[in-house]
């Protein structure tokens, strides 16, 4: 079972800056996708962004222009960076690891944005 690492997290001014990791435990390159998902409190979790093998990518639409997803395959590591933040950004972030058999789940890191 890969494992995955997140961290990055924290607490910062609205406007500020985060950049999130996704450490893999074994090549990235086998997942058919990986992404990044959030979980406000009391909320349902939600689609942040995906990078596909291929390297297609994908935003959620209210982060569109301010969040940019990367990867390092050299690293086996996902990137999230975070602009521009608002403090509807606050949740904790997930990483995700998609190949057709199965689907990965990192412990989460917080994110929290102060008005």
């Known amino acids: 079972q890969v494992q995955l690492v997140e961290s990055g997290g924290g607490l910062v001014q609205t406007g500020g800056s985060l950049r999130l990791s996704c450490a893999a435990s074994?090549?990235?390159?086998?997942?058919?996708?990986m992404g990044w998902y959030r979980q406000a409190p009391g909320k349902q979790r939600e689609f942040v962004a995906v990078i596909t093998r291929g390297g297609s990518i994908n935003y959620l639409d209210s982060v569109k222009g301010r969040f940019t997803i990367s990867r390092d395959s050299a690293k086996n590591t996902v990137y999230l960076q975070m602009n521009s933040l608002k403090p509807e950004d606050t949740a904790v972030y997930y990483c995700n690891a998609l190949t057709a058999l199965r689907s990965a789940w990192g412990q989460g890191t917080q994110v929290t944005v102060s008005s």
């Open positions: 074994e090549n990235i390159s086998s997942f058919t996708a």
